[in-house]
């Protein structure tokens, strides 16, 4: 099995933080700012000291309230098998599934008010039930897709290569690969069997199906990001100013100089005619801190000991207020990316159980938020120009061009090139 490079280089001043935060660290860090720092203690302008909504929920109480997951009947599983044989039987690639022709006319419904529940209810859903050892790898990716059209229509690239060609890939896997690939060339814990800290990925919808589960451990945890905003807003209000203030993203050498993006973290968008007040937290934790074969990079600035404080911040808070789903094969999970963090428990695999997900990045036509402007050219590598002709499903798991250390150090872009460049 592969480890953890021991290489921890990064920008000069870099404080003392890593990807698995660290709860002693953490309080070191609170009690030494408070006691040599000067500490704005108000809210940015603007900025609401509470949000009330559905969507603001905790793990100990939402079970309560909200019934989070959905059992297909023997119906609803009868008219996926007759979406999957018309769909097979109009020898279409698997870049044109959608809801014609992936007809759910009974279920289609229940999928969009799903995506309601989704986009303006809670935030997430778990759709149960699907019989995956009846099907192959490729039907199982199909009934998927297609079930996915009709909760959120457009589907998000997540790499712009296969096979070292161009192409939309539109699906990912999640599965440990460090039993056989180079430690360098794991840049994300959705390749080992290693804790994921909470975080978002990049798009509006993030869609969850297991196929096998580990031998044990590999829960799936979800945490509202506006609970955790509540909290800080209310007891920490600087720590929302420091999120909302610029960061340099590391891009890993995947775009051209200067090789990070400055943007915010968190965005205020105050109520209007698109929508009620809303705030998104939009980040990944290894983009300032590293992992494995990306360490942060040398040549960009150090974050500060505020947004380390901060990013602490953020992972316990969201970890206190955390739901763990019991994520079991058959399940899709659909994510709401803007109002809530995902993280994933340690775990170990064995020969005959070795907990295996695939992943779509979604979007919704008729009830997707407005993209806050920072975060555009980002949306817009993740949905720009996605054809059906050129969406690439791939059926068997292998490391993201956007996760790998060595294709990163070895093949970084051009500038021209980085409008095709995701991470996640």
Same mark, same amino acid.
């Given at each position: 099995?592969?480890?953890?490079?021991?290489?921890?280089?990064?920008?000069?001043?870099?404080?003392?933080?890593?990807?698995?935060?660290?709860?002693?660290?953490?309080?070191?860090?609170?009690?030494?700012?408070?006691?040599?720092?000067?500490?704005?203690?108000?809210?940015?302008?603007?900025?609401?000291?509470?949000?009330?909504?559905?969507?603001?929920?905790?793990?100990?109480?939402?079970?309560?309230?909200?019934?989070?997951?959905?059992?297909?009947?023997?119906?609803?599983?009868?008219?996926?098998?007759?979406?999957?044989?018309?769909?097979?039987?109009?020898?279409?690639?698997?870049?044109?599934?959608?809801?014609?022709?992936?007809?759910?006319?009974?279920?289609?419904?229940?999928?969009?008010?799903?995506?309601?529940?989704?986009?303006?209810?809670?935030?997430?859903?778990?759709?149960?039930?699907?019989?995956?050892?009846?099907?192959?790898?490729?039907?199982?990716?199909?009934?998927?897709?297609?079930?996915?059209?009709?909760?959120?229509?457009?589907?998000?690239?997540?790499?712009?290569?296969?096979?070292?060609?161009?192409?939309?890939?539109?699906?990912?896997?999640?599965?440990?690969?460090s039993t056989h690939a180079d430690a360098r060339s794991i840049g994300s814990p959705a390749y080992?069997?290693?804790?994921?800290?909470?975080?978002?990925?990049?798009?509006?919808?993030?869609?969850?199906?297991?196929?096998?589960?580990?031998?044990?451990?590999?829960?799936?945890?979800?945490?509202?990001?506006?609970?955790?905003?509540?909290?800080?807003?209310?007891?920490?209000?600087?720590?929302?100013?420091?999120?909302?203030?610029?960061?340099?993203?590391?891009?890993?050498?995947?775009?051209?100089?200067?090789?990070?993006?400055?943007?915010?973290?968190?965005?205020?968008?105050?109520?209007?005619?698109?929508?009620?007040?809303?705030?998104?937290?939009?980040?990944?934790?290894?983009?300032?801190?590293?992992?494995?074969?990306?360490?942060?990079?040398?040549?960009?600035?150090?974050?500060?000991?505020?947004?380390?404080?901060?990013?602490?911040?953020?992972?316990?808070? +969201?970890? *206190?207020? @955390? =739901?763990? !789903?019991?994520?079991?094969?058959?399940? /899709?999970?659909?994510?709401?990316?803007?109002?809530?963090?995902?993280?994933?428990?340690?775990?170990?695999?064995?020969?005959?159980?070795?907990?295996?997900?695939?992943?779509?990045?979604?979007?919704?036509?008729?009830?997707?938020?407005?993209?806050?402007?920072?975060?555009?050219?980002?949306?817009?590598?993740?949905?720009?120009?996605?054809?059906?002709?050129?969406?690439?499903?791939?059926?068997?798991?292998?490391?993201?061009?956007?996760?790998?250390?060595?294709? +990163?150090? *070895?093949? @970084? =872009?051009? !500038?021209?090139?980085?409008?095709?460049? /995701?991470?996640?």
């Open positions: 099995m592969a480890t953890a490079a021991a290489n921890r280089t990064g920008p000069p001043g870099q404080p003392d933080i890593a990807y698995t935060p660290n709860w002693d660290t953490y309080q070191e860090r609170i009690k030494r700012r408070q006691e040599t720092e000067k500490i704005n203690g108000t809210l940015p302008d603007g900025f609401p000291q509470r949000l009330e909504s559905s969507l603001a929920w905790t793990g100990a109480t939402v079970t309560d309230q909200y019934d989070w997951s959905y059992e297909l009947n023997q119906s609803e599983l009868e008219e996926i098998q007759e979406a999957l044989d018309y769909f097979k039987s109009q020898n279409k690639s698997l870049g044109e599934i959608s809801q014609l022709t992936f007809p759910l006319p009974k279920l289609h419904p229940r999928l969009r008010s799903i995506s309601a529940d989704v986009h303006n209810g809670h935030g997430f859903k778990v759709v149960r039930g699907i019989p995956i050892d009846k099907y192959t790898r490729e039907e199982n990716v199909i009934i998927y897709a297609g079930i996915a059209s009709h909760v959120a229509n457009i589907r998000g690239r997540q790499d712009h290569e296969h096979n070292g060609r161009p192409a939309d890939v539109v699906l990912a896997h999640v599965k440990d690969l080992t069997t290693e804790k994921q800290v909470f975080h978002t990925d990049a798009g509006d919808v993030i869609a969850l199906f297991a196929l096998a589960a580990a031998d044990e451990g590999g829960e799936s945890f979800l945490s509202s990001s506006w609970t955790v905003y509540n909290e800080l807003a209310a007891t920490r209000p600087d720590l929302i100013r420091t999120l909302a203030e610029p960061w340099d993203v590391d891009e890993f050498g995947k775009t051209g100089p200067p090789g990070y993006t400055p943007r915010p973290l968190l965005y205020h968008q105050p109520a209007g005619e698109k929508g009620p007040e809303r705030v998104i937290i939009q980040y990944a934790r290894r983009s300032f801190t590293g992992y494995w074969g990306l360490p942060r990079s040398a040549d960009i600035p150090a974050i500060t000991e505020a947004q380390a404080e901060a990013l602490d911040a953020v992972h316990f808070t +969201a970890e *206190k207020h @955390a =739901l763990a !789903l019991e994520f079991r094969p058959g399940d /899709i999970q659909f994510v709401n990316n803007l109002s809530i963090f995902h993280a994933r428990g340690g775990f170990r695999d064995s020969l005959e159980k070795q907990r295996h997900l695939i992943r779509l990045w979604l979007r919704d036509e008729e009830l997707h938020w407005d993209t806050p402007a920072a975060l555009q050219s980002r949306w817009d590598r993740v949905y720009g120009n996605v054809t059906a002709e050129n969406q690439v499903f791939p059926l068997e798991p292998s490391i993201r061009s956007a996760s790998s250390g060595i294709k +990163a150090k *070895k093949d @970084a =872009l051009p !500038l021209s090139s980085a409008a095709v460049a /995701i991470s996640a």
